[in-house]
């Protein structure tokens, strides 16, 4: 079975932290994916990365970053958290390609409080 | 700019009645999927549909996906308990990103 694991479940940071937030997946996919999900407003994607170093701006990255130094490894980094940043985190990875190999498979989320 | 539109938005309904759950777009999608999320959880895939018309049967639930690749439903009949959570549909959109729905939150009451 696929298997995208992030780091947290839970986490708790202070206002202006910076905060680390892992994921992993173990099918060699190449395509990895960082959303928040807050109620009502659906999954909105902060980045997103086609390959090993490589990143682009998904629909709302301001305040955040990425690392991806690894084919199997993302990280999202919060420079400053705040407390608008308080949301559930999911990490996401893909095949390349379209059709059945845009399939998402998921990690369980993190869900971040910033206080 | 894609977007896809789903409603409702929230349903709560009793065990053993049907529902349909809709998502719009005015854009054409190369393929769309539906997942299903539990709370606290990630979402996962139920479905992938890729040609226009296509229907696709899971047990209670049917997936179609409009004749213009516009629109998709989610029909479930003789809803149980279990199939309590929230369902998002998704477009395939340019560079093979996912476009997503808000979301429909489902109850079933026992």
Known sequence: DVKVTQS???LVKRTGEKVFLECVQDMDHENMFWYRQ????????IYFSYDVKMKEKGDIPEGYSVSREKKERFSLILESASTNQTSMYLCASSFGGGGYHTEAFFGQGTRLTVV | TQLLEQSPQFLSIQEGENLTVYCNSSSVFSSLQWYRQEPGEGPVLLVTVVTG???KKLKRLTFQFGDARKDSSLHITAAQPGDTGLYLCAGEGSNYQLIWGAGTKLIIKP
């Open chain 1, 8 to 10: 947290s479940r839970y």
């Open chain 1, 38 to 45: 807050d109620p009502g407003l659906g999954l909105r994607l």
């Open chain 2, 53 to 55: 018309g296509e229907v």
